[in-house]
């Protein structure tokens, strides 16, 4: 196999920005939500920022994980599109030069973008144009580069689109056809909200392990606690991830269900943070370790990720990463 984990989503470039809750007031949205925005409120957002640095890295979700993955020595490859301008140039070079082969298209729209809005608290509200990315299409999967591949994993984001929805069951039928396992994120819960009708039957059909964090758990479910959230998961999909940011985190298969205690941290921007989660636990897997550890590696990720501006970690990862790594190869 060339790759141990495929990804498809929406490349978009992050544009982080520290404000005051007063801010977020003043241009109209709720703390630690997620916003699908046109390329004219954007501009409106940018503007009110006045002076206010912003900081552009890659990102995107899925991204960010596959990003994460090869941060820890695996091989990923990642597919989306992203608009022929220069975000969309230096989101396939710095996608490449971090490890990760693109299948990245570009066409004639602006690359997607997020606005980061993070808080003093570190609590972080997204509003997101999405450009070029949601012009994804069955042609822009490289099918036979999918099918080297030893796990598919996507996001919710791809059913926000009729013609992403059509990239993405042409991915997933692929993946099924040629016996490799598919990951899912269920993204926000906005994005939940969106596909609470439909949602349920693709984890039961077509994905063998979900990601979730607590508000997206309970609201995919309708349930108030945690376990109701997780034990109704478990019905839908063999394997279940819930985050619960300071409190750890929820892992569980087909046999077993582990509870991942946190790393207590000084959080600087939540960015990043189930992102991190999902690399740390994917690449686990990928080397086949417990579920347990595939658990601490994912929650140690996300402890380090949220110290720091931005969605991925800096420096020497696997060295920063040696407590929960140790005798894991690259």
């Given at each position: 196999?060339?790759?141990?984990?495929?990804?498809?989503?929406?490349?978009l470039?992050?544009?982080?920005?520290?404000?005051?809750?007063?801010f977020?007031?003043?241009?109209?949205?709720d703390?630690d939500?997620?916003?699908?925005?046109?390329l004219?409120?954007?501009?409106?957002?940018?503007k009110?920022?006045?002076?206010?640095?912003?900081?552009?890295?890659p990102?995107g979700?899925?991204?960010n994980?596959?990003?994460?993955?090869?941060?820890?020595g695996?091989?990923t490859?990642y597919?989306?599109?992203?608009?022929?301008?220069d975000?969309?140039?230096?989101?396939?070079?710095k996608?490449e030069a971090?490890?990760?082969?693109?299948?990245?298209?570009?066409?004639?729209?602006?690359?997607?973008?997020?606005?980061?809005?993070?808080t003093?608290?570190a609590?972080r509200?997204?509003?997101t144009y999405l450009?070029a990315?949601?012009?994804?299409a069955?042609?822009?999967?490289?099918l036979?580069?999918?099918k080297?591949a030893k796990?598919?994993?996507?996001?919710g984001?791809?059913?926000?689109?009729e013609?992403q929805q059509?990239?993405?069951?042409?991915g997933?039928r692929?993946?099924r056809?040629?016996?490799i396992p598919?990951?899912m994120s269920?993204s926000?819960?906005f994005c939940?909200?969106?596909?609470?009708a439909?949602?349920?039957?693709?984890l039961r059909?077509?994905?063998?392990l979900?990601?979730a964090?607590?508000?997206?758990?309970?609201?995919l479910?309708g349930?108030e606690?945690?376990?109701?959230?997780?034990?109704k998961l478990?019905g839908?999909?063999?394997?279940?991830?819930?985050?619960?940011?300071?409190?750890?985190?929820?892992v569980?298969?087909?046999g077993?269900?582990v509870?991942?205690?946190a790393?207590p941290v000084q959080?600087v921007?939540?960015?990043g943070?189930?992102d991190?989660?999902a690399?740390?636990f994917l690449y686990?897997k990928s080397?086949g370790?417990?579920l347990?550890?595939?658990?601490?590696?994912?929650g140690y990720?996300a402890s380090?990720?949220?110290t720091?501006?931005?969605?991925r970690l800096?420096?020497n990862?696997r060295q920063?990463?040696e407590?929960?790594?140790q005798?894991?190869p690259?």
């Amino acid at each position: 196999m060339d790759y141990d984990v495929f990804g498809i989503e929406n490349p978009l470039i992050d544009l982080l920005a520290s404000v005051s809750d007063g801010f977020l007031e003043q241009v109209g949205v709720d703390k630690d939500k997620m916003y699908l925005i046109d390329l004219p409120r954007l501009q409106e957002i940018v503007k009110a920022l006045g002076d206010t640095p912003i900081h552009p890295e890659p990102g995107g979700s899925c991204a960010n994980t596959l990003l994460g993955m090869a941060q820890l020595g695996a091989r990923t490859a990642y597919c989306g599109k992203v608009g022929r301008d220069d975000y969309g140039r230096v989101y396939v070079e710095k996608l490449e030069a971090a490890g990760v082969t693109s299948f990245v298209k570009a066409d004639g729209h602006n690359t997607g973008s997020t606005l980061i809005l993070v808080t003093p608290d570190a609590a972080r509200t997204m509003n997101t144009y999405l450009g070029a990315c949601q012009e994804l299409a069955p042609p822009d999967v490289p099918l036979e580069a999918l099918k080297r591949a030893k796990r598919l994993y996507m996001t919710g984001y791809l059913w926000d689109t009729e013609s992403q929805q059509q990239a993405a069951w042409l991915g997933l039928r692929t993946a099924r056809e040629a016996g490799i396992p598919i990951a899912m994120s269920l993204s926000d819960p906005f994005c939940v909200a969106r596909h609470k009708a439909f949602f349920p039957d693709l984890l039961r059909n077509h994905v063998d392990l979900v990601f979730a964090n607590r508000e997206e758990a309970l609201a995919l479910t309708g349930t108030e606690h945690t376990g109701d959230a997780l034990k109704k998961l478990r019905g839908m999909c063999e394997g279940v991830v819930i985050t619960l940011g300071g409190e750890g985190a929820l892992v569980a298969d087909k046999g077993n269900t582990v509870k991942v205690p946190a790393n207590p941290v000084q959080a600087v921007d939540t960015t990043g943070a189930g992102d991190a989660f999902a690399a740390g636990f994917l690449y686990g897997k990928s080397r086949g370790v417990s579920l347990e550890q595939c658990g601490r590696i994912g929650g140690y990720f996300a402890s380090r990720v949220i110290t720091q501006m931005g969605p991925r970690l800096k420096g020497n990862v696997r060295q920063l990463l040696e407590p929960v790594l140790q005798g894991i190869p690259a």
